[in-house]
């Protein structure tokens, strides 16, 4: 090609090897619909090899979520035809180390994405009895949000994620270092 526009003329090819990118996000968000709420807290790396794909990503973090719900229970006293209501508090507090793959649909200021991957959990539980479960494992980790950038270093996120049990849809905001 080279020798039919210019004939006797050398041409050179650069290219560029596209560097790997690490960043930082920091996200706090929740749900509240009355007695049923979700706190959540994120701190996490996000590792990009733009060679693989500029859109998926490597995720390592430290996450907290806190689910309430309240239960309502009746019964009814069919000897002094009385009626019981008993309305009781359950929690479920999650704390974990999660590592998930994430992929961005998009690459505007509203990225969806979806994620999967698996965290070392702790849960507690603190039932409408007075025992509090506590339990300790590998749990598997699914998940879809999406993210809107404000600035290039501040976004809204919504979240909706399943792990140990399936949480309430949280939103909020973020900032990306």
Known sequence: ?????????????????????????????????????????????RLINPRIDPKASLNIGLRYSNTGTSTKTTTYDYIYNIEYVYVSKQTHEVFCLPVTFQYNLLSGRIQPAVYVGFSAAYLSENPADPHILQKFGIAVIGGACIEGYITPHFLIKADWRYELLMQYPSIGVGIKF
């Open 1 to 45: 090609m080279n020798q039919c526009q210019a004939p006797g003329s050398a041409s050179n090819s650069y290219t560029v090897k596209s560097h790997s990118e690490v960043h930082y996000f920091v996200y706090a968000g929740g749900l509240p619909a009355g007695d049923d709420h979700q706190i959540t807290l994120d701190a996490a790396v």
